[in-house]
């Protein structure tokens, strides 16, 4: 089991940048993979970005190039980081992590944070 707990988010001007964290309770090591969705009003959850623990990360295309998803293993924290910011990336960005249990893999929330881009 773990809490993740994001944090970061905020209201920023089109073309700025943000960085998201994600704090987990407990090691992000068997955590896998750890990653950011993000839900806009009206619309569905999507994938933003993951990463495991291997190192490996995947973006969706419409941030790909612009936002950077890593992790600290020694603080056992993911996060994203956004460059070029554009109005259509304004939603609740929720960190997610999957643990593999002997019942099967459980994913885990965060409780989300808000990004707001507007001038």
């Known amino acids: 089991q773990v809490q993740l707990v994001e944090s970061g988010g905020g209201l920023v001007q089109p073309g700025g940048t943000l960085r998201l964290s994600c704090a987990a309770s407990?090691?992000?090591?068997?955590?896998?993979?750890m990653g950011w969705y993000r839900q806009a009003p009206g619309n569905q959850r999507e994938l933003v970005a993951t990463?495991?623990?291997?190192?490996?990360?995947n973006y969706a295309d419409s941030v790909a190039g612009r936002f950077t998803i890593s992790a600290d293993y020694a603080k056992n924290t993911v996060y994203l980081q956004m460059n070029n910011l554009k109005p259509e990336d304004t939603a609740v960005y929720y960190c997610?992590?999957?643990?593999?249990?002997?019942?099967?893999?459980?994913?885990?929330w965060g409780q989300g944070t808000q990004v707001t881009v507007s001038s």
């Open positions: 990463i495991t623990n291997g190192g490996t990360t």
């Open positions: 407990r090691s992000i090591f068997g955590i896998n993979p």
């Open positions: 997610k992590g999957t643990i593999v249990t002997w019942a099967g893999p459980r994913d885990y």
